[in-house]
């Protein structure tokens, strides 16, 4: 038969059946229909290949049923490859990204909560201090519904959000909700990034890693724990960044004074300063609850042990005890120019003092020599003419 003139089956010619419809399933379910493995040839071998040479139908039929078998095998071939993928990726388990930004220094979280009421995630308290939303695709969760497929964003009222499982591009739009209800945004945002790996197979718990955390699974609460220990720290860096440049302001008026031995500084700068640190420091321990313990760190060990350990990874402990330090160095430094302002202003009045004494000493000189008293001249003619009675 010659090739160039032969035409595949009529079957492959027609529009597709609801028996043909069937082909968009996956591979290994193709194969468990044994009605359909003969058509299956078609899509398995190559382009050269889908047609061999027939003399009549029943050599047709024959060839198909010689690979029938060979067709098998590559199904085969393929669902294992497709388990050792699978089985890999389980090994190496799942990568969320998590960004952590710094907006603004006051969050409205209940009109945040009313706009975005579809959202909310119900907190685990009453008294809470951030607000969980959850965001996903429908069409992703037909397979099922896992907690590490959607987009989680954590907001805490002090100013920080959280990012789970946000890529780059798509951060910004999220951020946009938030800004909607902040106050006292920042004209540099301060961003942090971390990462969360979901491996199920993992012995333990939880493993630490650079910039990273392994968890058995990721649930909302360890979100709500990760989240809050972020949030605190991308907060407490912007603070401390605060306080660093209130101390090179300071250091620049020490080296002033020792150069020229004067201090210019006006007080209302001064009580400014003073203001500024005494906010930074109330800021960072009422607002942040730096050493607050999160419920869900009380309640469960399993948690306490990341929120430990992310406390320790971000130096948290240490990083207020070298804020405190500055702040007692900004505040020395104040009650120092302090003492220097009264000093001054002491001085001032001490000579004001004198001023004022002096001039009233030389206007009563002034008025006993050029406008004598009454009483003054009464008793100089007395004078004068006692004096002139005595001389007859």
Known sequence: MNTASYSPPLVFLRPPSRTLAALTLSRRRLFTFPSLRPFLGFFCYPAGDRFPRLSSSLSFDSEIGHREGEVASCFDE????????????????????????????SIDLRSLQSENAFNVIPPASRATVYVVLRYYDPHLME????????NYMVVFHYGSVVLFNVSDHEADGYLKIVEKHASGLLPDMRKDDYAVVEKPTLETWMQ????????????????????????QSIALDYYIRQVDGMVAEFT?????????????????????????????????????????????????????????????????????????????????????????LQ??????????????????????????????????????????????????
């Open 208 to 231: 630490g890693g650079p910039d990273y955390i392994v968890l058995k699974t990721l649930n909302i609460d360890g979100i709500r724990t990760i989240g809050s220990v972020l949030g």
């Open 252 to 340: 620049d008026i020490n080296r002033g004074l020792e150069k020229t031995g004067t201090f210019t500084m006006k007080s209302k700068k001064l009580f400014q300063l003073v203001g500024k640190a005494n906010s930074n420091l109330a800021d960072v321990i009422l607002k942040l609850g730096l050493f607050e313990r999160s419920d869900i760190a009380w309640k469960n060990a399993n948690y306490a042990q990341i929120w430990e350990y992310l406390r320790d990874e971000y130096e948290l402990t240490q990083r207020f005890g070298n804020l405190d330090f500055k702040l007692k160095f900004v505040e020395h430094n104040v009650r120092f120019f302090q003492e220097i």
């Open 78 to 105: 393929v669902s294992c490859q497709d388990h050792l993928l699978q089985a890999q990726q389980e090994e190496q388990g799942q990568f969320i990204p998590v960004k952590a930004y710094f907006l603004c220094t």
């Open 343 to 392: 000093n001054k202003k002491y001085v001032f009045l001490e000579w004001l003092i004198i001023l004022l004494i002096t001039v009233e000493i030389l206007i009563s000189i002034y008025n006993i020599i050029f406008h004598p008293t009454p009483t003054a001249l009464q008793k100089a003619n007395t004078q004068r003419t006692s004096q002139e009675g005595s001389a007859y």
């Open 143 to 150: 397979t099922g519904f896992s907690d590490s497929r959607c």
